[in-house]
């Protein structure tokens, strides 16, 4: 598993993120990269070329503008979230699901939806819920995990952005910044939020 900035803090309650590279291995000869949920590649590491060296590569995402730039291009733009689609490689592959897996995926589900808030949810999507759940994925949990469970340093720097919120265009259009002045002062790290 690989993640150049890292794993945001809000996910680090999960145990699969402690193995979780910040680099790619420096030799990928032979191997087969799987990028989940990007669109293109140089969002995967900025030094692209270092992805050179694997033997193929899968693209697995749900973006309408993804560029198709893999050997394998799964793109669903009908799909709410990469983790349902990998889901259904999941369940189409007849493995068994266990709690860390079905755990892992409605993580998936919940933070690609915006915690099942976006326009792109529909019933495939709460139907491939109910079937985690029913795997064992305790729905309070996660999302109080993913949501809900903020350090204090996040929680200061989402007041001072928020006290930075101005109105325009009679209310239509609201904007707030975070500057790294605020995040230092806040003591959030630059990935965290």
Same mark, same amino acid.
């Not at 990998?86 to 589900?109: K, W």
């Not at 795997?135 to 007041?159: I, K, M, T, Y």
């Not at 707030?176 to 003591?187: D, F, H, K, L, Y």
């Given at each position: 598993?690989?993640?150049?900035?890292?794993?945001?803090?809000?996910?680090?309650?999960?145990?699969?993120?402690?193995?979780?590279?910040?680099?790619?291995?420096?030799?990928?000869?032979?191997?087969?990269?799987?990028?989940?949920?990007?669109?293109?590649?140089?969002?995967?590491?900025?030094?692209?070329?270092?992805?050179?060296?694997?033997?193929?590569?899968?693209?697995?995402?749900?973006?309408?503008?993804?560029? /198709?730039? +893999?050997?394998?291009? *799964? %793109?669903?733009?009908? #799909?709410?979230?990469? &983790? =349902?689609?990998?889901?259904?490689?999941? !369940?189409?592959?007849?493995?068994?699901?266990?709690?860390?897996?079905?755990?892992?995926?409605?993580?998936?589900?919940?933070?690609?939806?915006?915690?099942?808030?976006?326009?792109?949810?529909?019933?495939?999507? /709460?139907? +491939?819920?109910?079937? *985690? %759940?029913?795997?064992? #994925?305790?729905?309070? &949990? =996660?999302?109080?995990?993913?949501?809900? !469970?903020?350090?204090?340093?996040?929680?200061?720097?989402?007041?001072?952005?928020?006290?930075?919120?101005?109105?325009?265009?009679?209310?239509?259009?609201?904007?707030?910044?975070?500057?790294?002045?605020?995040?230092?002062? +806040?003591?959030?790290?630059?990935?965290?939020?």
């Amino acid at each position: 598993l690989f993640l150049e900035d890292g794993v945001p803090s809000n996910y680090r309650f999960i145990r699969a993120g402690r193995e979780v590279l910040s680099e790619p291995p420096r030799d990928l000869s032979g191997t087969t990269l799987v990028v989940v949920d990007t669109t293109e590649i140089s969002r995967v590491v900025t030094e692209t070329d270092r992805l050179a060296g694997a033997r193929e590569v899968i693209n697995i995402d749900h973006h309408p503008d993804n560029r /198709m730039f +893999a050997d394998v291009n *799964l %793109v669903d733009p009908s #799909a709410s979230a990469a &983790a =349902l689609l990998i889901q259904e490689i999941v !369940e189409t592959d007849g493995a068994e699901m266990d709690l860390e897996t079905a755990s892992l995926l409605y993580v998936g589900l919940l933070a690609d939806t915006g915690g099942f808030r976006h326009s792109n949810v529909d019933a495939r999507t /709460m139907a +491939a819920a109910a079937r *985690l %759940v029913e795997a064992g #994925a305790d729905p309070h &949990a =996660l999302a109080r995990n993913v949501f809900a !469970e903020q350090p204090l340093s996040q929680v200061r720097l989402l007041g001072m952005m928020l006290s930075s919120l101005e109105l325009h265009f009679d209310g239509r259009l609201a904007l707030a910044v975070i500057t790294e002045a605020m995040r230092s002062a +806040a003591g959030v790290c630059s990935e965290s939020m």
